[in-house]
Every structure is written in structure tokens, then in C-alpha cells.
């Protein structure tokens, strides 16, 4: 009898072992093109919460990454590289896109005829509310309609009064170009000009005398940091066309004031950031990490919180089978309508695992103070800041 109940035993370990997984997760992000002075940072977070579940001991699978380069802007790069992570590295979920026009692409030709999860860090096309997903697209920053009526808060505030609006000829910068100017006007502001740029130009002097001979109080340019935004203000510096600038989120990285230097100090505008309880943890964390990353960095809390929320949902389900563990995420994310969740906080992982184990409620804020409203969307806060001294000084949050 005693050795049945060993080989029972033996078997049911057996089964257990059977039941665990090598689970890969894509980060399909632009690890080069109009952003990639940002991407290092949030594929690192990703990546440091993957390894936090692994160290946890806690979690049923063991999770690792497969990199792949949206370029941001090429949508037929973007495709290819999903398709390569789930046919040939068979991952069960894709932290990303990136830019929104990507993702838009990978969600509609890659994601849904494969039945994959997508939880994107930093898309935020107001048009993604409302694209055809079957439940598989979430996404941790919050829409650029939300961001329209930020900055347009800020502009008013300030009192200005007219304003010159340029923006990347993308999804990225066509939504949120439509979302500022609506909202703006919309509190009587007049927009001059809403005109388009393309990103990969040697010379903007023309789009900037076009926008020069429309004026303005000041220029938003909605584009990208690395890219034609970046022209689009070196052009207009060069000119004298204009000396301040509206900044929306593209245009927030280090590497803007490195690039045009003590010209850009005064200029303002907002980016989706918290000031969550779990912010200041995973800035700390990021600095003791290997590699390191900067949580204060766009979109690095977002990537975070991204891979968190899919792993969380394949331990809850039980499954790695993404139509399986979509239906756990707003779960995950929001806990309980009686607000009975735990709340869990970056570093807190293998705690959340326990808790779930133990089948107790989680609520997961992480560290971009995680809210999921409607079809997967963020609620999102704002950081509002002003450039000085070459650095994105914090005015407030909204």
C-alpha cells in the first residue's frame, strides 16, 4: 500500500512538472527609428519584471523575453517581426506596439488571426478605442483623446491664445494633432494651422516658413523626439520662426534637450506618467537593476506594468492560452467592484503570486497606477513640465 501511495505521489509531481511552462513573451517595440532613445528603458522594465516573477519561486511557468524591432513607423517590419515571434519563438503574448500606426497593423494582421494578447505600453491613437480586437488588445498608457484636453488645459492656463500645430504624418500624430486642436478650440483657442510633417527629412525649412506664415503664440509640434520633431524645432530655432514649443508626449526624452540644447528651456507640455505610490518604487528599483533602467524614462513604468499584468493573468487562468488569460487582465488589473483587492506595487510579484495561489482578490496599481477602463484602456495620469536647465522640470500631475 505504501508503495502505491509513493508511486501516486511520484506521478502527481510528475503531472505537476508537466503542467509548468517555458513561457516567452514578445517585446515588440522601436528598438530603432523615431523613439529608440526610449525603447532601451522599457524593454529593460519588462524584462526586470519577468525576472522579479522567476526569482519570486511563486509562479507555475518560468518567463522570458524574445526582443523584437517595430521600427515604430514601418508597419510591414512591425508585422514581420510579430509573425516570426509567434511562429518561429511561439510566444504567448506581445508586450507592445510601440507607435500606434504599428500597432495598428500588427493587432489587425498578426494578433487577432492568431489569437494573441497585446498589452502596448505607449500607443495611444484615440482610433485604437475603437478598432475590431476580440478581446485581445489592453493597453497600460492612456489615449491621446485624454491628452487633447490636458494640453489644452495647460495652453489656456497659460493664456495663450493661438497656437500653431504641427505633427507627425502618422496614426500617432494625426490623433493626437485632431484631439489638441478640438479640445482647444473647444475652449476658444484658435489653431492656425494643423499641418502635417514627415519624419526622415535633412531639411524642414519649408513646413517651418508655412507655420511661421500662419503664427501663432507658440507651436505644438505632436511628432517625435528622435525624428522630425526634433527638425521641425532645430528649423524653427534656426529661423526664429518660433522659440517656444508645446511638447506632447513624443516629444519627452533626454535626448531632445541634449540635441537642441538651452534653446528648448521654457517650452512645455505634458506626458502620461504617475505619481503613483508604485512610481517612486520602480525608479528605485530600476536604479539597482541589471541591466538598468530609468522608470522616470516614457512609457517605462507602462512596460512594466504591461508584462506584469499578462503574467499575473496566465498564473490566475491557470492557462497560457491567450483567450484563456485575456479574460483574468481587467480582472487583474482593477480587482474587485468593492474595492476588497490587495493592492499590488512594483516589487510586489511574488506577493501577488501568493495571494492568487491562495485564490485572495488582487488589485494591481503597479507603478503607473493601473486603472483599466472600457475595452482595455488606461484611465492614465499626466505629468506636466517645463524644460530648464535641459531638464523635463515636474510642474504637477493631472
Known amino acids: 500500500m505504501k508503495k502505491l501511495l509513493l508511486a501516486a505521489s ?63 513607423t514601418d508597419a510591414a517590419a512591425a508585422t ?111 489653431v492656425t494651422i494643423n499641418a502635417a510633417h514627415d519624419d526622415g527629412k535633412a531639411d524642414y525649412s519649408a513646413e517651418v516658413a508655412a507655420l511661421a506664415a500662419a503664427g501663432g503664440d507658440l507651436l505644438v509640434v505632436a511628432g517625435y523626439l528622435d525624428q522630425g520633431g526634433k527638425g521641425i524645432i532645430q528649423a524653427s530655432l534656426d529661423t526664429g520662426a518660433f522659440s517656444t514649443f508645446g511638447l506632447p508626449g513624443g516629444m519627452v526624452g533626454d535626448s531632445l534637450p541634449a540635441a537642441i540644447g538651452p534653446a528648448l528651456d521654457g517650452s512645455y507640455g505634458q506626458v502620461a506618467q504617475s505619481d503613483s505610490p508604485g512610481a517612486a518604487i520602480l525608479a528605485e528599483m530600476g536604479k539597482a537593476n541589471n541591466p538598468a533602467y530609468d522608470a522616470t524614462s516614457p512609457y517605462t513604468m507602462e512596460s512594466y506594468d504591461a508584462a506584469a499584468l499578462i503574467m499575473l493573468a496566465m498564473e490566475a487562468s491557470g492557462s497560457t492560452d491567450p483567450n484563456v488569460y485575456k479574460e483574468k487582465i481587467m480582472e487583474i488589473a482593477n480587482g474587485p467592484a468593492d474595492g476588497s483587492g490587495t493592492k499590488i506595487l512594483p516589487g510586489e510579484l511574488g506577493k501577488a503570486l501568493e495571494l492568487i495561489a491562495a485564490g485572495t482578490a488582487i488589485d494591481y496599481d503597479g507603478a503607473s497606477g493601473v486603472t483599466l477602463i472600457g475595452p482595455g484602456e488606461s484611465a492614465g495620469r499626466y505629468k506636466e513640465f517645463v524644460v530648464k536647465d535641459g531638464k523635463y522640470e515636474t510642474v504637477k500631475f493631472r
Open 10 to 72: 511520484a506521478c502527481a509531481l510528475m503531472a505537476g512538472a508537466a503542467a509548468a511552462e517555458d513561457v516567452k513573451i514578445g517585446i515588440l517595440i522601436g528598438f530603432t527609428g523615431p523613439i529608440e532613445s526610449l525603447t532601451g528603458h522599457m524593454a529593460n522594465a519588462a524584462e526586470a519584471a519577468m525576472a522579479e516573477v522567476n526569482a519570486s519561486g511563486k509562479a507555475k511557468n518560468t518567463y522570458a523575453s524574445v526582443r523584437g524591432d517595430s521600427t515604430c
Open 80 to 190: 514581420a517581426a510579430a509573425e516570426r515571434m509567434i511562429t518561429a519563438e511561439g510566444v504567448k503574448g506581445i508586450i507592445g506596439g510601440d507607435c500606434s500606426g504599428v500597432t495598428r497593423a500588427v493587432l489587425t494582421n498578426v494578433a487577432m488571426p492568431n489569437g494573441i494578447v497585446m498589452v502596448s505600453p505607449s500607443a495611444t491613437s484615440p482610433a485604437l478605442t475603437a478598432d475590431p480586437d476580440n478581446g485581445l488588445f489592453f493597453r497600460t498608457a492612456p489615449s491621446d483623446a485624454r491628452e487633447g484636453e490636458v494640453m489644452a488645459d495647460i495652453l489656456v492656463e497659460k493664456g495663450v491664445k493661438s497656437i500653431a500645430l504641427t505633427y507627425s504624418n502618422s496614426d500617432y500624430g494625426k490623433g493626437l494633432a485632431e484631439a489638441i486642436a478640438n479640445a482647444f478650440t473647444a475652449k476658444g483657442g484658435v
